[in-house]
């Protein structure tokens, strides 16, 4: 009779911790081919890479971190982990992806359509490359 207390434990935690760690895995976010081929038109220079670092943290910092590491102060409330900026996985995605990503948002990712203008989410993609480790 133990044995099968301590094996249906051990199933309910197995299931808790599956639980959870399927909640933290963000699902793919698929970004449509046209904007996937589109190209940065801004100019990755130090007036651009300033101007996206303040809006960065005016608009991203409290979820992302201010070194993009996903450490905002709000990132322990949310039910997703916001993405470490500075890995490979996020650093191989095309500044379009994130373009797309940054401006139309998903879920608790809010979209920035409206509030910031095209040319200053480009900035920002270009300070975020600057996260790369």
């Known amino acids: 009779m133990k044995s099968i207390k301590l094996i249906l434990f051990t199933a309910l935690i197995v299931l808790a911790i599956n639980s959870v760690v399927n909640a933290q895995k ?3 976010w698929d ?3 046209k904007f996937k081929a589109m190209k940065n038109p801004v100019k990755s220079d ?3 890479i300033n101007t996206g670092k303040t809006l960065y943290n005016k608009y991203c910092a409290t979820c ?6 996903g450490d905002g102060a709000k990132a322990k409330g949310l039910d997703t982990f916001p993405g470490d900026f500075s890995k ?5 995605q095309t500044d379009a ?3 797309y990503k940054t401006k139309f948002g998903r879920d608790e990712m809010p979209k920035f359509d409206g509030k910031i203008d095209d040319e200053s ?3 920002v993609v270009n300070y975020m490359r600057t996260f790369k480790k």
């Open 26 to 28: 963000a699902k793919p």
């Open 31 to 33: 970004v449509p081919a």
């Open 46 to 48: 130090d007036a651009s």
């Open 64 to 69: 992302h971190g201010k070194t993009g590491l």
């Open 88 to 92: 490979g996985d996020y650093q191989s």
């Open 97 to 99: 992806e994130h373009f």
């Open 121 to 123: 989410i480009w900035q």
